[in-house]
């Protein structure tokens, strides 16, 4: 879930994502760790988070078959989130190869919310620029943009045109 609790409980929760993997089709698996950054860890815990939470889905769900997918937020140390999502990718393949899994990791990098002001929404724009040239050069598969005002308006044309600016 989006918040990090469970359905149900542990168990029911994982059974159904053993049944949903392998009866079904679906792409990818996707591990959310932006609740991580948002929350106030640093990067080491974020990594350590996100490793753990592969981890569980590794000794929980009986056969992998699809990429997994990992949801990254950056924030503002330009070179140690560059560093950060290297690492991400290494750390990934380490573990994997210890589960016999053989596909990459997807990463999809996003700013971070948490940095983000209501009073100078203008320092929003440089902030997510730099977030997501770190994202580019860290190696991330895919960029989504954050809006300058996306935490206190709602969608608007020219937040979300200046968003895609910043990534061309």
């Known amino acids: 879930s989006k918040d990090g609790n469970w ?32 929350a106030g860890a640093n990067m080491v815990q974020q990594l350590a988070y996100t490793l753990a939470h592969l981890n569980e889905y590794f000794n929980r769900i009986s056969s992998i078959n699809q990429p997994i997918t990992i949801e990254v937020t950056v924030g503002t140390n330009y070179f140690f989130e560059i560093a950060k999502l290297r690492a991400l990718r290494i750390l990934f393949n380490t573990l994997a190869k210890e589960y016999n899994h053989n596909l990459d990791c997807i990463i999809i990098a996003t700013p971070t919310k948490r940095n983000k002001t209501l009073y100078d929404y203008n320092v929003n724009m440089l902030r997510t620029t730099t977030e997501c040239m770190s994202a580019i050069l860290g190696g991330a598969d895919a960029v989504a943009n954050l809006a300058y005002d996306a935490i206190y ?9 200046i968003a895609r600016n910043q990534l061309l």
Not at 13 to 20: G, L, P, Y
Not at 153 to 161: A, L, Q, T, V, Y
């Open 153 to 161: 308006h709602k969608d608007n044309e020219f937040g979300d045109r």
């Open 7 to 38: 359905y149900e409980n542990i168990e029911k929760d994982f059974e159904k994502v053993t049944i949903i993997a392998s009866k079904t089709k679906i792409p990818y698996i996707t591990i959310a760790t932006g609740i991580y950054q948002n």
